[in-house]
């Protein structure tokens, strides 16, 4: 089988551009079986495990790879009508499962644990935390917003966001517990990093969103703000959420179709678990170090067949 090429793709706006039926299932549109379409979200993890598998599904399966770069929502109302097979990495997003899933269109299919172990929380720097060690408790926090005051929000601390469209429920935590901060958002991941590592080089206070696979984890001291756990319920309300933000087992998100047709891509896709560690080692090739990320997919395949290999479905021949 001859190797097979990759191509990236803008999908912004992809789903007003497609036509989409609640009668028909959508999904089953025809495709080329030979290319596997796999949404790529807004940050370098996912981009890292995204790039790992178009890799070898190019290099050692002979498949023709899509990366298609669209959000997290669309992603899921792309693989509904039928334009993507994957999303590698979900974070929750159970109310779109009921609209997609089994109990609604019957379009998209629960492809169970991708391996990582996410984590959403409030974050700063252990320099902080040496100097106010009350700061990473509710009322420590509550104490000392005055400290994370920048001129763009006057008398509010500020709270560093990423990207909008990330899961969040940080307005309903600032609401809940009556905290003086006001959110901003850096508007990307990378934007955010370098935010953070400048105020970190110079030991400035920051607040921020963060959260784990996430390769600065590696990088930097970085000390997690305590707030109540999670408890099922607390935050469906999202303009009061006096909870935590809860862990999750990150997943994937097959098409039906795609599943349906038992492709050997399928099961590579379906096979495939690995570690946050797995994880950041490449997204740290990519995002800190400035690797192409295909460059960075190849290193990590050369240096870890061992495990990688055993995601190759039983019976088919790798090409190398």
């Given at each position: 089988?001859?190797?097979?090429?990759?191509?990236?793709?803008?999908?912004?706006g992809?789903?007003?551009?497609?036509?989409?039926?609640?009668?028909?299932r959508?999904?089953?549109?025809?495709?080329?079986p030979?290319?596997?379409?796999?949404?790529?979200?807004?940050?370098?993890?996912?981009?890292?495990?995204?790039?790992?598998?178009?890799?070898?599904?190019?290099?050692?399966?002979?498949?023709?790879?899509?990366?298609?770069?669209?959000?997290?929502?669309?992603?899921?109302?792309?693989?509904?009508?039928?334009?993507?097979?994957?999303?590698?990495?979900n974070?929750g997003?159970?109310?779109l499962?009921?609209?997609?899933?089994?109990?609604?269109?019957?379009?998209?299919v629960?492809?169970?644990?991708n391996?990582?172990?996410?984590?959403?929380?409030?974050?700063?720097?252990?320099?902080m935390e040496?100097?106010?060690?009350?700061?990473t408790?509710?009322?420590?926090l509550?104490?000392?917003?005055?400290?994370?005051?920048?001129?763009?929000?006057g008398?509010k601390?500020?709270?560093?966001?990423?990207?909008?469209?990330?899961?969040?429920?940080?307005?309903?935590?600032?609401?809940a517990?009556?905290?003086?901060?006001?959110?901003?958002?850096?508007?990307?991941?990378?934007?955010?990093?370098?935010?953070?590592?400048?105020?970190y080089?110079?030991?400035?206070?920051?607040?921020?969103?963060?959260?784990?696979?996430?390769?600065?984890?590696?990088e930097?001291?970085?000390?997690?703000?305590?707030?109540?756990?999670?408890?099922?319920?607390?935050?469906?309300?999202?303009?009061?959420?006096?909870?935590?933000?809860?862990?999750?087992?990150?997943?994937?998100?097959?098409?039906?179709?795609?599943?349906?047709?038992?492709?050997?891509?399928?099961?590579?896709?379906?096979?495939w678990?690995?570690?946050?560690?797995?994880?950041?080692?490449?997204a740290q090739?990519?995002?800190?170090?400035?690797?192409?990320?295909?460059?960075?997919?190849?290193?990590?395949?050369?240096?870890n067949?061992?495990?990688?290999?055993?995601?190759i479905?039983?019976?088919?021949?790798?090409?190398?």
């Open positions: 089988m001859r190797k097979g090429a990759l191509v990236r793709l803008l999908a912004v992809l789903a007003v551009a497609m036509v989409s039926s609640c009668a028909v959508t999904d089953q549109i025809a495709r080329d030979n290319t596997v379409r796999i949404a790529l979200n807004g940050w370098v993890g996912y981009e890292a495990s995204a790039e790992v598998l178009a890799y070898i599904l190019r290099e050692e399966m002979g498949y023709e790879v899509q990366l298609m770069r669209v959000d997290e929502q669309p992603s899921w109302q792309a693989l509904d009508q039928g334009v993507l097979d994957v999303i590698v990495e974070w997003h159970e109310e499962m009921e609209l997609y899933g089994p109990e609604g269109n019957g379009t998209v629960d492809g169970g644990p391996g990582n172990e996410g984590v959403i929380g409030w974050y700063v720097p252990a320099y040496e100097e106010y060690p009350e700061i408790t509710v009322e420590g509550k104490e000392h917003t005055d400290l994370f005051r920048t001129a763009e929000t008398d601390g500020e709270f560093l966001g990423g990207a909008p469209g990330f899961v969040t429920q940080d307005q309903g935590m600032i609401n517990f009556d905290l003086d901060l006001e959110i901003v958002y850096a508007g990307s991941e990378a934007s955010q990093i370098t935010e953070v590592r400048r105020r080089a110079n030991e400035e206070p920051v607040l921020f969103y963060f959260y784990d696979p996430q390769w600065l984890q590696e930097l001291d970085l000390v997690r703000v305590d707030f109540p756990d999670y408890e099922e319920g607390c935050a469906d309300d999202l303009s009061s959420v006096p909870c935590d933000y809860p862990a999750y087992e990150l997943n994937k998100i097959f098409r039906a179709g795609f599943v349906e047709t038992g492709d050997p891509a399928y099961q590579f896709l379906d096979n678990t690995w570690t946050n560690a797995d994880q950041n080692q490449v090739m990519i995002a800190d170090q400035g690797m192409d990320p295909t460059d960075a997919a190849e290193v990590w395949v050369e240096e067949p061992d495990v990688w290999r055993p995601w479905p039983e019976g088919f021949e790798p090409l190398s």
